[in-house]
């Protein structure tokens, strides 16, 4: 992504023009994924490039006896910094105005692993169920760079050190490249192997490793070359038109773009491919300006479906396509051009060095601080911002509760829900999915019930556990839930949510094997209707600078009207069977007689964009579950 000094080894303006194919085929991919599918290959080639580059450089200073490792990374930070710190300030200001707390929170985030270059590493720790989607990441891109600086934090020390033991270089580094390469093809983690370096230094590898052999390679005829080049730029090429998200990346596949750009920057010099096309003045401008268009055309993209609800059209892509190639262009030509005729480390490194620090120390301060809920340009939306807490919220998990149902489970799964309102023994026990624990406050915090001790906990539909098809894990979640309530005579009350929208005649049948196996005389179980879904995140639903109200944020009544049929069903089926059961509708509180809305009063009734009840949709469910309990269940009320 960066152009090597031309003064350090010989300058190949066709590497520069291998560049430009490379960063087109990325930016096109994030611009249209769906017309250029694996144009995301684009990144394996940089790797490539820069393990060749860099490589190149490090062999010729090391033979020369002029290398110090201190004077490499002050070169990395001259070449890197200029850019990178333009677009994190941009990042920075413009998520100011346009960002909402949460989001603006997490950008903190990463704008701090930005400066330490440790973006791969909190995005691999946060994957996940709930993650945000990627789109709405501004600094997703820079996962890159820092597998590439973790890779050069190592790897002249790498090369000092076969060098002192006079080991073969070339030897020790397909050693590298086989324990790097060969765990791909075995991980049953392709997030850890997309974020992580250890499994990446293998393509960096390759390029250094034809770095150090291309000296052997220089005796081909032109047919030879001309051939080899064709084939590398169809191996590119072909990938990035034949390649999905879906396929295992990176898995042996990536070895086909690889195996290109090898026989591109080796087997290719002087072909006509190299010579008359990667080396014209159009392909190497676009690979001189490849660095600052990859850092800026992310977070235009980004921010775009941001603001627009992840729904940017295509004439408003086309046109932050044009605006990254000229934010691009003046960034080479007023910032990285300028800063290359400063020679001092006193005037270019340390200040490059205690910029980019000084922004990820914004950033994680902007992180801890929530996102500056109080920024100026928040006041608008402040009241609905405190509804949107995102799926893990501050009901996930108490101290009360975890320290009274220990279990192992609670690290099993990727999150646990335990929630208990007073250390003493429940009331009343919710049971379910994330569909369930979003009821808690709807009788914790509700003044209308007795004082009820609620307790809500684990993580699962109702059904599973009794479901054949139940790993090991969610079978023991409903042993540990059946033994809480059988231990616990207090319990009065079971809530069980989270159900199926659209149940089978198999699940009703798993539904009434739970329901019989925690059945009691002196318990009342009361089933929650299924809730209404959204098809959009809710934050569209608020104005923010640049983008009014959406107007897509009523729900079709016709949504409703098959949800309370398919509940109908199953109603009636398990009345049948257990004619004691009770019954809830929550959906209430979005629907009136002709429309349904995920807004009211002006504020969310979802808090995340996985159709999670805010807090205030949940106590607005207590009241009106407080209104039904008068007739059908009086004892809990005041």
């Known amino acids: 992504m960066r152009r090597i000094s031309a003064m350090t080894i010989k300058y190949r303006p066709d590497i520069d023009g291998l560049r430009a194919v490379a960063v087109f085929l990325v930016v096109v991919y994030h611009a249209f994924p769906s017309h250029l599918t694996g ?152 997030d850890r192997a997309f974020y992580l370096p250890q499994y990446r ?82 392909f190497v401008f676009m690979g001189l300006i490849s660095f600052p268009l990859y850092l800026w055309h992310w977070p235009l993209f980004s921010f775009a479906n941001i603001i627009s609800g992840n729904n940017t059209n295509t004439s408003t892509m086309l046109i932050l396509l044009a605006a990254s190639v000229m934010l691009s262009i003046f960034t080479y030509k007023a910032v990285e051009t300028p800063l290359k005729k400063i020679r001092s480390s006193k005037f270019k490194t340390i200040p490059l060095l205690l910029s980019v620090l000084s922004i990820g120390i914004l950033g994680f301060v902007t992180y801890i601080q929530n996102g500056l809920p109080d920024r100026s340009s928040m006041e608008y939306v402040r009241n609905a911002n405190e509804q949107l807490t995102g799926p893990m919220w501050q009901y996930t998990q108490n101290k009360i509760c975890m320290e009274n149902y220990k279990t192992e489970l609670s690290h099993e799964f990727p999150w ?32 209308n019930l007795k004082n009820i001790n609620v307790l809500s906990i684990g993580k699962s539909d109702p059904t599973i556990g009794v479901d054949p098809n139940s790993n090991t894990t969610e079978k023991k979640q409903a042993i540990f839930i059946d033994e809480i ?26 539904l009434k094997k739970r329901i019989g196996s925690i059945n009691k005389e002196n318990i009342k179980i009361i089933i929650f209707a299924p809730h209404l879904i959204i098809k959009q995140d809710i934050k569209t639903c608020l104005g923010r600078p640049l983008r009014g109200v959406s107007d897509k944020c009523t729900i079709p009544i016709d949504d409703i009207r098959v949800l309370r049929a398919n509940f109908k069903l199953m109603q009636s089926s398990l009345t049948k069977e257990f004619p004691s059961l009770l019954f809830f509708d929550p959906n209430d509180i979005f ?16 808090r995340d964009e996985y159709s999670h009840l805010s807090q205030y949709a949940s106590e607005l469910i207590g009241v009106n579950f407080a209104e039904w309990a008068k007739i059908n269940l009086p004892d809990i009320t005041e």
């Open 416 to 447: 646990w829900f335990c929630m208990l309102k007073k250390d003493s023994e429940p009331d009343m026990i919710i049971i379910g999915n994330s569909y369930a624990n979003h009821l808690y406050p709807a009788f914790a915090l509700n003044r």
């Open 39 to 190: 144009g995301f290959i684009g990144v394996d080639v940089f790797f490539v490039i820069s393990g060749f580059l860099i490589t190149s450089i490090i062999s010729k200073e090391i033979k020369n006896g002029k290398f110090t490792v201190i004077g490499f990374y002050k070169r990395r930070i001259d070449r890197i910094f200029p850019s990178l710190i333009i677009v994190m300030m941009f990042v920075f200001v413009f998520g100011w105005f346009v960002l909402l707390p949460d989001e603006y929170k997490q950008s903190g985030k990463m704008l701090a692993a930005s400066s330490v270059f440790m973006t791969n590493i909190v995005l691999f720790r946060d994957v996940g169920y709930f993650d945000i989607s990627s789109n709405l990441k501004p600094l997703l891109h820079l996962w890159s760079l820092g597998i590439e600086e973790q890779f050069y934090l190592a790897f002249p020390l790498i090369l000092l050190i076969i060098k002192k033991t006079k080991s073969s270089v070339i030897f020790v580094l397909s050693i590298l490249i086989v324990f790097s390469f060969l765990p791909n093809l075995y991980t049953n983690s392709p």
């Open 591 to 606: 629907c009136d007689e002709s429309a349904c809305s995920s807004i009211k009063n002006g504020l969310p009734l979802y």
């Open 485 to 510: 309530i059988r231990n616990s005579p207090s319990i009065k009350y079971i809530i069980l949510s989270g159900l199926n929208q659209r149940p089978t005649e198999d699940y009703i049948i798993r």
């Open 201 to 282: 230094m293998w393509e960096l590898l390759s390029g250094s490793i034809l770095a150090l052999s291309i000296h052997k390679i220089t005796y081909f005829n032109k047919w030879i070359r001309n051939t080899l080049s064709f084939i590398g730029l169809i191996l590119i090429l072909a990938p990035s038109f034949v390649f999905t998200n879906d396929m295992v990346f990176p898995g042996w596949i990536i070895t086909i773009p690889i195996l290109g750009s090898i026989l591109i920057i080796g087997f290719g010099k002087n072909s006509i491919i190299n010579n008359y096309i990667l080396s014209s003045k159009i």
